[in-house]
């Protein structure tokens, strides 16, 4: 199980309390399409992604923004809704068949009350989802195209691969036949540069 590697890579538990934190979570399956999460829902757990795909968009005036993707390895939430308790207007859905592991906002919690390590652990996560979110607002307000498009492929590789173009596009705010003459420019000149944001 890779939720388990990925919580011991974030504290070194004890075995009595890793076997009780992983008692928490439970298994959920999605199909491709399904949401884990509609708009107007309470976000009330977080989900480790053992295989499989999402997508957290908004919709203004019809249209879809895609704000993030979820992958493999990862832990997913409406953060924002969770923290405040307010109904989601991010929803989150399958973009493949996907397998997680969820924990819910209670059982969290007690772990949280119960352990240091588990402080611990809920302040890295925090502290990440806070910088991700910094950096997501940094790029989009200071990279062009060229070096969006050039980060994505870089820190993400496998998602050009599996992310439907116009996706791809509405993650990196630009229109898809804007993003289609950015991949023909970046091929014809072989550039893959990283932003001077830098990644997690």
Sequence with gaps: ???KKNLQSLHKFS??????????FYQ????????????????NKISFIESG????FYRVEGEEKIMLFFSEN????DYFGYLTQSPSIRPIQ?????LVYSIERDKLNQLFEGSKAWEHVGRKLAESAYVTSVLRANRLLHDDYDTR???FIVESPTLIQRVPQYMIASYLNMTPETLSRVKKRLMKNKEVKNTI????
Aim: charged share 30%.
């Design 1 to 3: 199980m890779n939720l």
């Design 197 to 200: 944001h830098k990644g997690l």
């Design 53 to 56: 795909l999402f997508r957290l």
């Design 15 to 24: 075995d009595e309390e890793l076997n009780m934190a992983l008692g928490f």
């Design 74 to 77: 990862q832990f997913m939430t």
């Design 94 to 98: 399958a973009l493949e068949d996907s």
């Design 28 to 43: 959920e399956k999605f199909k491709k399409g399904d949401f884990y999460l509609r708009e107007g829902q309470f976000s």
């Design 149 to 151: 498009l050039n980060t």
